[in-house]
């Protein structure tokens, strides 16, 4: 048996003794109501929905979507060089190579032609390769070895 010192008082009140607040259904007027702490402001339905819409792209820092979307997206190898023997993994490597074999080192190439032969230039995963390309390419990005054209 635990012996336990609750050092209580006889006007304390014990968290277990207390009652659970009981919720209730509003409608969306109400809450936009509560929001606005306005009881005297009166909003419709499709005013609360005007208030609720939020674009995502807005202001967290997504870009806005390409022109023509991910596969019209046109990408070029700038180098396959590493500075100073550094070392990528050998799935950011096949996208290079791939790039390469696609002519992107002479003129830009579509990301959509990229991911379609990432297979064939002997990339081996479980995942899509489009999903490996879009973890490597903001790396490539940033080491300066491909770029958008």
């Known amino acids: 048996m635990y012996n336990l010192n609750l050092n209580c008082h006889k006007g304390d009140k014990i968290m277990a003794n207390r009652k659970k607040k009981e919720t209730k259904k509003i409608t969306a007027s109400k809450m936009a109501k509560a929001i606005l702490d306005g009881p005297a402001v009166v909003l419709d339905e499709k005013a609360v929905a005007e208030i609720v819409k939020i674009n995502p792209a807005g202001n967290s820092g997504i870009p806005a979507p390409a022109k023509h979307g991910?596969?019209?997206r046109m990408v070029k190898l700038l180098t396959k060089d590493l500075p100073n023997n550094q070392k990528i993994p050998p799935q950011a490597m096949i996208i290079l190579d791939t790039i390469e074999a696609l002519g992107g080192d002479k003129s830009p190439v579509s990301q959509g032609e990229?991911?379609?032969?990432?297979?064939?230039?002997?990339?081996k995963t479980v995942q899509t390769p489009k999903r490996i390309y879009d973890f490597y390419r903001k790396d490539l990005i940033e080491r300066k070895l491909i770029d958008f054209a």
């Open 70 to 72: 991910f596969n019209g």
């Open 114 to 123: 990229i991911v379609d032969n990432l297979v064939a230039n002997g990339l």
